[in-house]
C-alpha cells in the first residue's frame, strides 16, 4: 500500500511560481508511475501531468510550458513546479500513483490506472 503526502500549495498572486511536492511511503518509489492532478469547486478532477518509472513525462495541454514535473527517487518523492500561474490553475491539487505502469489514451494517462492518492494540497492563485 502507498501513502502519499502532498505539500507546499498555497496563495500566490498571478504570474507567481509555486511548487508541490509528493512524499511517498510504502512502497519502492523507483518502481512506481507518479501523477499530478488537481480539481477545482464544481470541476471534475483533471489530470495535470504524470511521471513514468522510467522518466517518460506527460502534461495536460493547460499547463504545457509553465509546470515541470520531477522525481527523486533517493528522496522518495515528487514534485510539481508550477511557473506562470492563473487564476483558473486555482484547485486542490492530488499526487497519485500508479503500481501498475498506466495506460495512455489520446495523449492522456488513464486516470482509473492510479490507485493511491494523497489528500490534496490547496493551491489559490489570485488577480
Known amino acids: 500500500q502507498v501513502q502519499l503526502v502532498e505539500s507546499g500549495g498555497g496563495l500566490v498572486q498571478a504570474g507567481g511560481s509555486l511548487r508541490v511536492s509528493c512524499a511517498a511511503s510504502?512502497?519502492?518509489?523507483?518502481?512506481?508511475?507518479m501523477g499530478w492532478f488537481r480539481q477545482a469547486p464544481g470541476k471534475e478532477r483533471e489530470f495535470v501531468s504524470a511521471?513514468?518509472?522510467?522518466?517518460?513525462?506527460y502534461y495536460a495541454d493547460s499547463v504545457k510550458g509553465r509546470f515541470t514535473i520531477s522525481r527523486d527517487n533517493a528522496k522518495n518523492a515528487v514534485y510539481l513546479q508550477m511557473n506562470s500561474l492563473k487564476p483558473e490553475d486555482t484547485a486542490v491539487y492530488y499526487c497519485?500513483?500508479?503500481?501498475?505502469?498506466?495506460?495512455?489514451?489520446?495523449?492522456?494517462?488513464?486516470?482509473?490506472?492510479?490507485?493511491?492518492w494523497g489528500q490534496g494540497t490547496q493551491v489559490t492563485v489570485y488577480s
Open positions: 510504502g512502497h519502492t518509489f523507483s518502481s512506481i508511475d
Open positions: 511521471i513514468r518509472r522510467g522518466g517518460t513525462i
Open positions: 497519485a500513483a500508479a503500481l501498475v505502469p498506466f495506460r495512455v489514451r489520446s495523449g492522456t494517462p488513464i486516470t482509473a490506472d492510479f490507485t493511491a
